[in-house]
T-cell receptor, first 113, second 116 residues
C-alpha cells in the first residue's frame, strides 16, 4: 500500500507565487489534515477534513486554502506565498472510527524566497 | 484550549542508559486521546502509541513504556536500554474525543540523542 503520498517533496517558490501541495491516500480514510512543522514549534494544524466536501480551519489557516472533492485527495493551496510560509508540510489521514493512528505522509519541504 | 508541553528540548544519554521523555497536557475535556510519535533524522513521523483518557494502565512494548497519570496530566515515555537507533525527535500529542485523529495538538518535541 502507498499509504499517504505527498508531492512534491521539495519546492522553492518566489514571494507572491501560488502553488498546490498534493496529498493522496489510498486507505479510504475519512479524516485528512494538513500540518506545518517549524523549528521549536512542533506541528501545527492548518486545515482538516472529516469527509468529502467538508473542511475546517485549524490553528494556523491564514494564507492557505483547501478543498476535499474526493475521499482520496486533500490538496493544500498557497495563494500568494510569503517567506513566513517556509516550513515542512505534513499531510495525515485516519479512519473515523476505531482505535487507530493518524498516518502521515513523508512531508514537503517548502522554501519561499 | 488544549495544550501539550514537552519541557525537555534536547536530551543526550549514553547508549544503554534509560531515558524518560516528559509530556504534560492541558484540556477541559473529560474524554481525550494521547499520542506519541517518533521523527527520525529521515523526517517521517512514526506512530508509537495512542491512549484514551479512560485507560490509565501503563503500557510496555519491548524497550518502550508509557506512564499515564491523569492526576498530574502527564503521559511520560521511557526508553529502557537505549540504542543509537532511538536517536530522533519525539512528539507528544493530544486530541479531543469529539475529533478523533484529524485534529491533533502537538508538543514542541524532544530531540533525543543516544551517544554510542
Amino acid at each position: 500500500n502507498a499509504g499517504v503520498t505527498q508531492t512534491p517533496k521539495f519546492q522553492v517558490l518566489k514571494t507572491g507565487q501560488s502553488m498546490t501541495l498534493q496529498c493522496a491516500q489510498d486507505m479510504n480514510h475519512e479524516y485528512m489534515s494538513w500540518y506545518r512543522q517549524d523549528p521549536g514549534m512542533g506541528l501545527r494544524l492548518i486545515h482538516y477534513s472529516v469527509g468529502a466536501g467538508i473542511t475546517d480551519q485549524g490553528e494556523v489557516p491564514n494564507g492557505y486554502n483547501v478543498s476535499r472533492s474526493t475521499t482520496e485527495d486533500f490538496p493544500l493551496r498557497l495563494l500568494s506565498a510569503a517567506p513566513s510560509q517556509t516550513s515542512v508540510y505534513f499531510c495525515a489521514s485516519s479512519k473515523r472510527t476505531g482505535n487507530t493512528e493518524a498516518f502521515f505522509g513523508q512531508g514537503t519541504r517548502l522554501t519561499v524566497v | 484550549a488544549q495544550k501539550v508541553t514537552q519541557a525537555q528540548t534536547e536530551i543526550s544519554v549514553v547508549e544503554k542508559e534509560d531515558v524518560t521523555l516528559d509530556c504534560v497536557y492541558e484540556t477541559r475535556d473529560t474524554t481525550y486521546y494521547l499520542f506519541w510519535y517518533k521523527q527520525p533524522p529521515s523526517g517521517e513521523l512514526v506512530f508509537l502509541i495512542r491512549r484514551n483518557s479512560f485507560d490509565e494502565q501503563n503500557e510496555i512494548s519491548g524497550r518502550y513504556s508509557w506512564n499515564f497519570q491523569k492526576s498530574t496530566s502527564s503521559f511520560n515515555f521511557t526508553i529502557t536500554a537505549s540504542q543509537v537507533v532511538d536517536s530522533a525527535v519525539y512528539f507528544c500529542a493530544l486530541s479531543e474525543a469529539n475529533f478523533g485523529n484529524e485534529k491533533l495538538t502537538f508538543g514542541t518535541g524532544t530531540r533525543l540523542t543516544i551517544i554510542p
